[in-house]
């Protein structure tokens, strides 16, 4: 979200007309030519800038000006702010300049780095950046000297692979896999020279270089590394840290070849070792060792990609080693972090790859793991090393059960209201989904702690949830599931108490008061121990508890002055969402006896929701969407549950609470309480329904003087006279009945509380079905098939086929409607 100030003068940069643009560059053209107002043009290029690229389209530029912008973005003399402005204009304006500026490139690295971004930026295909390529392959070629290293070739390089990845040949791979391979383990060992004061009197002099520190301050004594600590960098150093930054990307696109095939890649490196017999440099077993490792000098004989493999590996378990010092600075700590997210996420893909290496990584994972178990801080890590477990522990036989009960088990729990966990977290579940599903015993138990992420970061989540929350669904949790997928507004209530309550002593009643006084009563409930108990249920770390709690209501009063938290509404609106994914799964999978439990929830839940603005509403329109397709899916669930459901049903209350729900339930049971679904469905159970539904419409349309204008639409009354009808055709001792009843509907209609509040057409629809089911009743078999068709009868062939007797029934039925107008009562 942007901040209001920079939304309005996003909205004003889009609204610019074209005539206007025109104008601004043409003061834009003009002051590039003056040489005495820099600063002047630097303010109107950024102003241009946020023009072109605050719409989706390219804005038109003047040919003039664009020429000019490529100028100074080839001019080595030209500022660097002006340059990077122009390249960055450029690459959002229209008509594209990739031909232009590709036809003569310079060797000058930070023009090469400009003109490149324009180019990889609207190239429309691989061979507008042909040339940019073989520019950048030549810097690869050439033998260059220290000063002269093309520091600016591997980010241009990498960006062009993850688009254009079949550019490189065989050989060209191989050249750059050798120079990864030269600049991971080569570089140097002392700082960069960096210039002195020599004082008033004398000149500056270069300083002797000095050693590389590790980040606990201890001189380095392996090979140079992203952690090496130094006050200057060498130019080989600094390509060192620009290859570690690509080697992931780079394995991943090309470092496959004699890979899949492990039996050829084992031999290979075992022949290797049978020749070479020297001392290892890794943690593990010798026995291991000595069957899957390669030594430096026989990596030699390797390949360059699986040589490059090899020192990738070592640079890596170097890193890790380095991350288990105690950095002297704050941000080497996060630096510490983020190379072993890295490094373990590299060796994950050089292990995919070759199986071999995986008897060499999982000590100094195993390690890795025992080390940062436990400690928060390092929460993030957890995730690349539980994938390297997910991936790799049964070729190497290692029980992974700890990993996962203490990832599932805890960081959500603990570490919830960290955003980039959440979402990487999120992340990890979805690439590997259906392996969880499958290997992971508490992957599918866990979703209480999961939706803790989404209850606290639900606005960015949301979309990641949709697409995971069908893998969570498992029979024997499914119900509980769909309870706290209901409750997720108050667990997002309890979290923001439980995260309040942390940071602020019970004692401490001014900072309470500060709260507000709604809170500061959640709060003081918050750590009532007689509500202990509805907490702890509503923040448990797993499935399996129950699928809900008898005092759900109460924990609702307790959270309701935390109703109109931002967070809590939020939360709640996403739930309508979770709940169409969630009964489109369980629809398709489930048996005769979770539907039953699902129309006992929906019956149950539709009165028992947090009470949220429009909440209510939203929750019972999904229920009565699904509660159709549930009846749909499988009929006999009325006969099933007929006893909730007659007592749904009779209760007047629920029209005035759940409307759209309760007609849709009205509306089920007229369409599949049929002997043709169930044969279980007797005349008796047809009766009972009919009394029921037959009181409650009484009840709601009697006329009396006192009474008040009716508060429900009339798409329920002509639902409760269909439903009627419909049973009444089943049990046709019961048509008299209806008909008498429907008679009487004219008189409801044209009743002064009812004209008060219905307009003339809703009161005519009320009248007039009433008269077509009264003519429909008076021919019971006729109405029998229309108001009750068989269950195929919404098959195409009998609305597309006129032999087919329902079109000739509706026939029939239309004329009896329209010629004997004796059938209408007066």
């Known amino acids: 979200m942007y901040a209001a100030a920079t939304e309005s003068l996003i909205k004003q940069a889009r609204e610019i007309k074209e005539e206007e643009l025109q104008r601004f560059c043409g003061r834009v053209y003009k002051l590039l030519h003056s040489k ?40 080595s003399s030209c500022p660097e702010q002006l340059q990077f402005l122009s390249s960055s204009i450029i690459r959002e304006s229209f008509p594209p300049s990739v031909h232009s500026l590709s036809s003569d490139l310079s060797q000058d690295s930070r023009i090469f780095s400009c003109v490149a ?31 002269q290293i093309p520091k600016h070739a591997l980010p241009i390089l990498s960006s062009m692979i993850t688009t254009y990845s079949e550019i490189l040949t065989d050989d060209q791979v191989n050249l750059v896999s050798r120079k990864l391979v030269d600049w991971l383990r080569y570089a140097s060992m002392q700082q960069g020279a960096s210039m002195s004061s020599g004082g008033f009197f004398s000149a500056p002099r270069t300083r002797q270089p000095a050693p590389l520190t590790e980040v606990d301050g201890v001189v380095t004594g392996d090979f140079f590394t992203v952690l090496c600590v130094g006050q200057s960098y060498t130019e080989d150093q600094w390509m060192n840290m620009y290859a570690f930054s690509m080697i992931k990307s780079w394995l991943l696109t090309y470092d496959t070849e004699g890979t899949t095939n492990t039996e050829s890649a084992l031999l290979k490196r075992a022949q290797i070792i049978q020749l070479q017999h020297q001392d290892d440099r890794s943690e593990v077993d010798s026995s291991v060792m000595s069957m899957v490792s390669a030594t430096s000098s026989s990596s030699r004989l390797l390949p360059p990609k699986e040589r490059l493999r090899e020192k990738a590996f070592e640079y890596c378990q170097r890193l890790i080693e380095q991350s288990d010092r105690k950095a002297l600075k704050r941000t080497d700590t996060e630096l510490q972090k983020a190379c072993i997210v890295e490094s373990v996420s590299i060796m994950d893909i050089i292990c995919g790859e070759d199986p071999s290496y995986v008897y060499r990584a999982f000590p100094c994972i195993k390690a890795l793991y025992g080390r940062l178990n436990g400690d928060f801080a390092y929460a993030r890590t957890l995730l690349p090393i539980a994938q390297f477990y997910l991936n790799h522990s049964e070729t190497a036989a290692v029980d992974s059960e700890a990993v996962f009960c203490q990832l599932f088990g805890h960081c959500p729990a603990e570490q919830f209201n960290e955003p980039m966990l959440a979402f990487e977290f999120v992340q990890f579940c979805l690439l590997n989904s259906s392996v969880l599903q499958d290997r992971v015993a508490n992957y599918r138990q866990s979703f209480p702690n999961l939706l803790k992420f989404l209850a606290w970061n639900s606005s960015g989540l949301i979309a990641e949830f949709v697409e995971l929350l069908p893998s969570l669904v498992a029979p024997d949790t499914a119900i509980e599931l769909l309870h706290t997928i209901l409750d997720l507004p108050c667990l997002a209530a ?28 959640c709060l003081e409930a918050f750590r009532q121990p007689s509500y202990r108990g509805l907490f702890l249920y509503i923040l448990r770390p797993e499935a399996g508890t129950g699928d809900t709690i008898d005092r759900l209501k109460e924990l609702h009063q307790i959270l309701a002055d935390m109703a109109e938290c931002p967070r809590v509404v939020q939360c709640a609106q996403i739930v309508p969402v979770l709940l169409h994914v969630y009964f489109n799964t369980v629809t398709e999978k489930a048996d005769e006896k979770m539907m039953n439990q699902l129309l006992l929830v929906l019956l149950e839940r539709c009165s028992l929701l947090y009470n949220i603005k429009t909440f209510h509403v939203e929750v019972q329109r999904a229920f009565s969407t699904h509660l159709q397709a549930l009846c749909k899916h499988h009929p006999p669930l009325i006969v099933d549950q007929s006893r909730e459901i007659l007592e749904f049903a009779g209760s007047p209350t629920n029209i005035y609470s759940k409307e759209d729900f ?14 043709s679904y169930d044969p279980r469905c007797r005349v008796e159970l047809i009766t009972s329904f009919f009394e029921c539904l037959e009181a409650v419409l009484f009840e709601i349309t009697q006329v009396r003087q006192s009474a008040s204008p009716p508060s429900f639409s009339p798409r329920l009354i002509t639902v409760l006279m269909t439903t009627l009808a419909k049973l009444a055709t089943r049990s046709q001792d019961l048509i008299p009945r209806a008909s ?26 009320i009248i007039t079905r009433a008269h077509e089911l009264i003519n429909l009743l008076k021919l019971p078999n006729v109405a029998q098939f229309v108001l009750a068709p068989s269950a195929g009868a919404d098959g195409p062939r009998w609305h597309r086929d006129t032999n087919a007797s329902l079109p000739q029934a509706m026939r029939t039925v239309s004329g009896l409607l329209h010629k004997h107008s004796s059938f209408l009562p007066a």
């Open 36 to 75: 005495d107002v820099i600063g002047e043009a630097v303010d109107s290029l950024q102003r241009l800038h946020l023009i072109v690229s605050a719409t989706k389209y390219a804005r038109e530029l003047p040919s003039d000006l664009l020429m000019k912008l490529q100028t100074l973005l080839r001019s």
């Open 117 to 147: 971004a324009v180019v990889l930026a609207q190239a429309g295909g691989k061979e507008d950046v042909m040339p940019l390529f073989h520019h950048l392959m030549k810097s690869f070629e050439s033998r260059l000297s220290d000063g």
């Open 494 to 521: 309890a979290l923001d108490l439980q995260q309040r309550s942390s940071c602020y002593q019970a004692s401490d009643r001014t900072t309470w008061d500060q709260q507000g006084a709604k809170v500061a009563a």
């Open 662 to 675: 309760y007609t849709h339930v009205v509306w089920v049971i007229g369409e599949y309480l049929s002997v």
């Open 740 to 765: 008498l009843f429907l008679s009487k509907m004219r008189t409801f209609a044209r009743s002064a509380p009812v004209t008060a509040c219905y307009s003339e057409e809703d009161t005519e629809e």
